[in-house]
């Protein structure tokens, strides 16, 4: 182990000014986050003095911009912006600049005022890390920007209800993460870009020049009237062929008989239904029944995809089990002898088959008792299906956030710390129990699973790999459609680079929904702020016990529940290298559990050591599973 002695002065000079230059760095963003909202207050004209409680004078140094109306940070310790949502404020003039100081921030909402002018062609530049920006219903004319394009997180972009005109630019195609858009009720014309088919007529109408897409065709008739009138054509002169053709045979040859087959010649439509386009991604794969789904362990009977179309009733809406988020929904599979199966649609990836099912090949050879273990995949055409192990229990969150209902069940102290400590030995293990660690970037209570007996395990661990779109020297990056809000670490929105630090962020915001009982976005009532905002705050004002689920308190365990509030709280502090390792949080857990009432600490895995190599055989790193067909 090198000491710091062993340092040489030069090293020590470069550690000491990295550190400074960070620092610096947040400091300048915090700096930056005040500009932005000076700029803000002073450019818009604000009748109904909505902003009366930016108030710039105040003398706290840090955090103090967060308790502005419409004002949401990163952290409550600093002054970094993390959404402005100024919906309804009867403000007016021009998008200031000084929102170029907001860089860090991840939604822009001014839908509803009485904004004027154009779109500045720059915004993305400023706000380039934004995943939300709604413009609608204000009085913004001149064109759309083409610029849009640079804001390449961007999940919901709304410039409906302005006075935009010009065409849409087909450079916003290319925004390949968009899900929700609308440029409705503007004065556009032209063709709608052919990449944003998708979206329907509704995000189109109310704009008299433009055509396209679903809006139907330009200068003529639409696609589909055109292929309705041509299929009826066609139709029409197959019918009066065949017509003609029984007439004279009629007359020729047998009169009575041929009539009747004349009368009785009308089968022409049914091959006109066969060739019918199918609809949807459950029709393509139809044709692919008997492929075989790949599995990692020798099964008694092989399994084909169309067994998981049946177990799944093709995939209805009634077996979904979980919605999935980023990862695609999961649909809960009965087959025929009665068990269960989970299966999941991974949503579309830059991997190639190949490459797909090399890093099938790896995660299905994971085996933990804290994981959910992936049993095999199945690939048909650009369609990629994961089959897990059901579990029985669901997820922590339908479990946890659904106590409070009318005969649901409570989770008791003991089941919520069997919990934790499950799951924080799953994540260690990912992130140093393996040759190759795995970084889940997706932590959430809605990826811990529960089995019958309540044991936690960690899904959809990897599935970042398979949908990431750029790496830089083995890096994962953040790309803003992963992690779900209230879970991700401050440094993102700076750094974009995911790190085992991250995770441990986003397993502390789970274990302060399992302390809590309240959602990641919640906190008391008139509190601005998320949950981790709420639990720091109380902390700071030393009344951390107020924010403990009370039907946790008074059954003996107190002592050893505020410990476990202290390891969550370790978790989430806003700089990275002051959080423990995923590793230290599972010990720090286990330790409480040893003198819990109640809690039987015993366990059984050794096998799965927490840090790599120190056994000459692991399970899951030096597997020789091979996939069965």
């Known amino acids: 182990m090198v000491t710091a002695s062993q340092i040489s002065l030069p090293a020590r000079f470069l550690l000491l000014l990295l550190i400074g230059l960070n620092s610096a760095e947040m400091v300048?963003?915090?700096?930056?986050?005040?500009r932005c909202l000076k700029g803000l207050k002073s450019s818009l004209s604000d009748p109904d003095d909505n902003l009366?409680?930016?108030?710039?004078?105040?003398?706290?140094?840090?955090?103090?911009?967060?308790?502005?109306?419409?004002?949401?940070?990163?952290?409550?310790?600093?002054?970094?912006?993390?959404?402005?949502?100024?919906?309804?404020?009867?403000?007016?003039?021009?998008?200031?600049?000084?929102?170029?100081?907001?860089?860090?921030?991840?939604?822009?909402?001014?839908?509803?005022?009485?904004?004027?002018?154009?779109?500045?062609?720059?915004?993305?530049?400023?706000?380039?890390?934004?995943?939300?920006?709604?413009?609608?219903?204000?009085?913004?004319?001149?064109?759309?920007?083409?610029?849009?394009?640079?804001?390449?997180?961007?999940?919901?972009?709304?410039?409906?209800?302005?006075?935009?005109?010009?065409?849409?630019?087909?450079?916003?195609?290319?925004?390949?993460?968009?899900?929700?858009?609308?440029?409705?009720?503007?004065?556009?014309?032209?063709?709608?870009?052919?990449?944003?088919?998708?979206?329907?007529?509704?995000?189109?109408?109310?704009?008299?020049?433009?055509?396209?897409?679903?809006?139907?065709?330009?200068?003529?008739?639409?696609?589909?009237?055109?292929?309705?009138?041509?299929?009826?054509?066609?139709?029409?002169?197959?019918?009066?062929?065949?017509?003609?053709?029984?007439?004279?045979?009629?007359?020729?040859?047998?009169?009575?008989?041929?009539?009747?087959?004349?009368?009785?010649?009308?089968?022409?439509?049914?091959?006109?239904?066969?060739?019918?386009?199918?609809?949807?991604?459950?029709?393509?794969?139809?044709?692919?029944?008997?492929?075989?789904?790949?599995?990692?362990?020798?099964?008694?009977?092989?399994?084909?995809l169309a067994d998981l179309m049946v177990a799944t009733n093709d995939f209805q809406s009634s077996t979904v089990i979980s919605t999935g988020g980023r990862t695609g929904k999961t649909y809960k599979a009965t087959l025929s002898d009665g068990s269960t199966l989970a299966v999941k649609r991974l949503p579309g990836g830059e991997f190639s088959e190949k490459q797909f099912r090399s890093e099938m090949a790896r995660l299905g050879q994971l085996r933990h008792p804290n994981l959910v273990p992936l049993l095999g995949f199945c690939v048909v055409e650009d369609e990629r299906l994961l089959v897990f192990k059901h579990m029985a229990s669901g997820s922590l969150s339908s479990l946890l956030h659904t106590s409070s209902a009318a005969g649901a069940e409570v989770l008791d102290w003991q089941t919520r710390l069997k919990i934790g400590i499950g799951a924080s030995r799953g994540l260690a293990w990912l992130h140093h129990g393996i040759q190759s660690p795995i970084i889940h970037q997706n932590i959430c209570s809605s990826v811990i699973l529960l089995d019958?007996?309540?044991?936690?395990?960690?899904?959809?661990?990897?599935?970042?790999?398979?949908?990431?779109?750029?790496?830089?020297?083995?890096?994962?990056?953040?790309?803003?459609?992963?992690?779900?809000?209230?879970?991700?670490?401050?440094?993102?929105?700076?750094?974009?680079?995911?790190?085992?630090?991250?995770?441990?962020?986003?397993?502390?915001?789970?274990?302060?929904?399992?302390?809590?009982?309240?959602?990641?976005?919640?906190?008391e009532e008139g509190?601005?702020?998320?949950?981790?905002?709420?639990?720091?705050y109380l902390a700071v004002n030393k009344r951390i016990g107020e924010a403990i689920d009370k039907r946790l308190l008074g059954n003996g365990n107190d002592d050893d529940i505020i410990k476990f509030m202290k390891v969550a709280t370790s978790c989430v502090v806003s700089r990275p290298k002051e959080r423990c390792l995923m590793n230290q949080v599972y010990n720090s857990l286990k330790e409480i559990a040893a003198t819990a009432a109640g809690y039987d600490c015993s366990e059984h895995y050794d096998e799965f050591p927490l840090v790599y190599g120190i056994k000459d055989s692991i399970a899951g790193g030096s597997s020789n599973t091979e996939p069965t067909q």
């Open 527 to 536: 509190f601005k702020g998320n949950l981790v905002d709420w639990v720091n």
């Open 28 to 34: 300048i963003m915090q700096e930056d986050s005040v």
């Open 52 to 304: 009366s409680s930016w108030n710039f004078a105040t003398t706290a140094k840090v955090g103090f911009v967060c308790n502005f109306v419409g004002i949401f940070c990163w952290n409550l310790q600093e002054n970094r912006v993390m959404e402005i949502r100024l919906p309804s404020k009867s403000l007016s003039g021009n998008l200031p600049s000084a929102l170029q100081y907001c860089y860090s921030t991840t939604t822009v909402v001014f839908s509803g005022n009485q904004l004027s002018g154009p779109i500045p062609s720059g915004l993305c530049d400023w706000i380039p890390n934004v995943v939300f920006l709604d413009l609608s219903g204000n009085n913004f004319n001149g064109s759309i920007p083409a610029g849009i394009v640079n804001c390449k997180f961007l999940n919901t972009l709304l410039l409906n209800g302005n006075k935009l005109s010009g065409i849409i630019p087909p450079e916003l195609a290319s925004l390949d993460r968009l899900r929700k858009f609308s440029v409705a009720n503007n004065k556009l014309s032209g063709t709608i870009p052919s990449g944003l088919s998708q979206f329907g007529s509704s995000s189109f109408e109310g704009n008299n020049g433009l055509c396209g897409g679903s809006l139907g065709g330009c200068g003529g008739l639409s696609r589909t009237s055109l292929i309705i009138i041509i299929a009826a054509g066609v139709f029409g002169a197959l019918v009066a062929l065949l017509l003609a053709f029984a007439i004279w045979r009629w007359i020729s040859v047998h009169p009575k008989g041929k009539k009747k087959k004349a009368s009785g010649s009308s089968s022409v439509p049914s091959g006109v239904e066969g060739g019918m386009e199918d609809l949807g991604w459950v029709n393509r794969i139809r044709a692919h029944h008997l492929v075989q789904v790949t599995l990692f362990q020798k099964p008694i009977v092989k399994v084909k």
């Open 452 to 523: 019958e007996d309540h044991e936690a395990r960690i899904t959809d661990f990897g599935l970042k790999a398979l949908m990431r779109r750029s790496s830089l020297g083995g890096a994962a990056f953040v790309d803003g459609e992963f992690g779900e809000l209230g879970y991700v670490a401050p440094e993102y929105s700076s750094t974009m680079v995911a790190s085992p630090k991250g995770d441990v962020f986003a397993f502390g915001v789970v274990l302060l929904e399992l302390i809590t009982g309240k959602k990641p976005l919640d906190s």
